[in-house]
Each structure stands twice: as C-alpha cells, then as structure tokens.
C-alpha cells in the first residue's frame, strides 16, 4: 500500500501531552518524517528518521515508531503548537513520496 | 543557511500549461533530490515528483504523463511544468529540498509556496 492514514482531527489541553499517529504499510520498511503547518505558511520539518529532531526544534516534540505505525508526541502541549501535521515516508517501492492527510491540533 | 524561492504564473486557464521556477540560495544542488509538492486548498499535502542532481526523475504516477521536473545546475534551479491544467490542479505548490539516505526521507527547507489558480 502506498497510502498513510492519520486521524484527521486531535485536541489537547494545554500543558498536556498528545500523541499523533501515522499509519501504512511502507512504515515497515521507510522511516518517517513529521512537519508542523501553522495557518498561510509553508510545512516545516519537525522529525526525520522516526525519532530524530533538528537542532532548532523544541525538545517538546519527539517521535516513535513500532511495525507499520509512527507516532508524533507533544509532551507539555504549549498555544503555539495548533496547527496541522503530516506524516510522509517513501512509498513500499522506495522510488515514490506519500503524505498522510494531516491531522489538524486543537490546544484547548 | 539554504533558502529556497520560488516563482511562476499565478493564474492559467483550463488547458495551459503550469510553469514555476525554485531557486537555490545559499547551497548547491549536489547530493539532495528536489521535490515539488503541492497543497489543493483545504486538503492535505501531495508530493508530485523529484529530480536529482544527475538530472533523473521519479514522478508520482498518477501525474506521470503530465508532469516535467528539471534542473538547471548553472543557475540553482528546479523547474516543474505541469501539463493540460484543469481546476483541480488549483493548489499551492512548494517546491523542497530531500534528503535520501538509506530508508530515511525527509524535506528541509521548503520554499514559500506559490498559489495557482486555475479557472476560465
């Protein structure tokens, strides 16, 4: 399958943890990035390679990933961080992208 | 720190062909692929195709026979030119800087996106 499936909408309480997931078969064999979109602005990397950070992202995000699932947490949720994220791997033959279709963050 | 810019017509007509340029600041294209990828409004994210630095493509198939990626190593630029447009091409595109290694993928930086509208 080429396809990754992502829950379209998730809310958290401020200061809380969320965890926001990622699911597809070629998870099994590509590790997955995550990027953050704020409202009019361009996707930003937040997670390559499952579970790495780059150095300018807050420690507060961290990511996972178990079989054919990939996860996003956001540990101490802070206003900023509602905006929308995506998940995306190379597909099962390697020679192709795919994205998840973006779970929208509600910080309540 | 790499930048990326892009550029191109805004607006088309139903049948006309999309046209946008990426340039590169601050980096050279060696050793990355560059990917387009686009943003209908209201929906998520649809990677279109890359292009490596020897010039070789991948592209999504359900795009393929519509969609050209190229470089222009001399200037720093990708180009996508997307064939037949209709309204459901209407998108924010971005072009993106890949990185490849072994099973890890990923895009940093993104370019600032250019909306394109296609109507009669």
């Known amino acids: 399958s080429s396809e990754l499936t992502q829950d379209p909408a998730v809310s958290v309480a401020l200061g809380q943890t969320v965890t926001i997931t990622c699911q597809g078969d070629s998870l099994r064999g590509y590790y997955a990035s995550w990027y953050q979109q704020q409202p009019g602005q361009a996707p930003t990397l937040l997670i390559y390679?499952?579970?790495n950070r780059p150095s300018e992202i807050p420690d507060r995000f961290s990511g996972s990933s178990s079989r054919n699932t990939a996860s996003l947490t956001i540990t101490g949720t802070q206003a900023e961080d509602e905006a929308d994220y995506y998940c995306?791997?190379?597909?099962?033959?390697?020679?192709?992208?795919?994205f998840g279709g973006g779970t929208k963050l509600t910080v309540l | 720190q790499v930048q990326l810019r892009q550029w191109g017509a805004g607006l088309l007509r139903p049948s006309e062909t999309l046209s946008l340029t990426c340039a590169v600041y601050?980096?050279?294209?060696?050793?990355?692929?560059w990917s387009w990828i686009r943003q209908p409004p209201g929906t998520g994210l649809e990677w279109l195709g890359e292009i490596k630095d020897n010039g070789s493509t991948n592209y999504n198939p359900s795009l393929k026979s519509r969609v050209t990626i190229s470089v222009d190593t001399s200037k720093t630029q990708i180009s996508l030119r997307l064939n037949s447009v209709t309204a459901a091409d209407t998108a924010v595109y971005y072009c993106a800087r890949a990185m490849l290694v072994a099973k890890h993928n990923w895009f940093d930086p993104w370019g600032q996106g250019t909306q394109v509208t296609v109507s009669s």
């Open positions: 390679g499952n579970h």
């Open positions: 995306s791997s190379r597909d099962s033959t390697g020679d192709h992208v795919v």
């Open positions: 601050g980096g050279s294209l060696s050793d990355y692929r």
